[in-house]
């Protein structure tokens, strides 16, 4: 099996662990405030990483680095994020929401310049124009009110755009597991102050299934670790994309959401804008 076959395969399963995990936030962050829920999985997070480094010996290294206030811009942005996109799943549902989080790839390359000095070409600028007219057709201004809600995930791609950019600012000095102790660490102080204050008790049922998101959370992201190792990003990013189809499931199965055609519409001209600013960036290396 060759490592771009590996790597496409643990996409693959990053797309469906990651659709699970939506799933259970969209339950968790309707019956419970939602800060709690992420600072319940940033501490798994940070627990888990701290003993693995410390039963390897290294955790002292890997908490030595010299871009400490980057990777706490990092952990805000992502706990920031993932508290937005919870609220998003509980108000207006799976598929609006991950449809418009779908938009991420088209932020991250229209900020790639000013963040990392990369050149956009006017073919990128273009794609990013289609896949933002996408958005638009999604929100369908004029024909729909804009509520607070439905922009809400809009905003979270942002935020998960920037905090993918620090990402790939920090990997110039860090490893990935590195960035992803830190990520825990920073996260769960962060949601600590704002989570505990919040708390209210669990059932029982609903133990497991916090427990089940932890594992989830954890385990996707070693997986989409494992994926970006095995095999060039231009080979696995287009099959992140699944998540759409696999959230599609979820939303009308479990959650008795119906699928737009807007929704339909909008997010193929995301997806096919993403895919076109890709496969620009593999054939030029710049844009």
Known sequence: MTGNTRGILYMVATTLIFSAQDGITRHMATHYPV??????????????????AWRQGRLGPMLATRQIPLHIARGVLLVTQ???????????????SQALLTSYPLWVAALSGLVLGERVGWRR?????????????????????????????????????LYALLTRLAARQD???????????????????????????FSAQDWGLMGLLCLTSASGHWLMIRAYDAAEAAAVQPFAYLQLVWIAILGVAF?????????????????????????RQRVTGRG
Do not use: C, D, H, N
């Open 35 to 52: 800060q709690m829920v992420v600072m319940l999985r940033f501490w798994f997070i940070a627990v888990l990483m701290g003993s693995i």
């Open 82 to 96: 993932i508290s937005m996109s919870g609220l998003a799943f509980a108000k207006i549902g799976l598929i609006e």
């Open 125 to 161: 600028w273009s794609a990013i124009g289609v896949g933002f007219a996408g958005i638009l057709v999604m929100l369908r201004p004029g024909v729909s009110v804009l509520s607070f809600w439905s922009v809400m995930p809009l905003a979270a791609a942002l935020l998960f755009a």
């Open 175 to 201: 490893s990935a597991e590195q960035s992803f102790l830190w990520t825990g660490i920073v996260g769960a102080v962060v949601m600590t102050f704002v989570g505990l204050p919040a708390w209210v008790p």
């Open 255 to 279: 959650y008795g959401e119906t699928l737009r055609g807007a929704v339909i519409i909008g997010s193929s001209l995301v997806v096919a804008a993403g895919l076109f600013t890709l496969w």
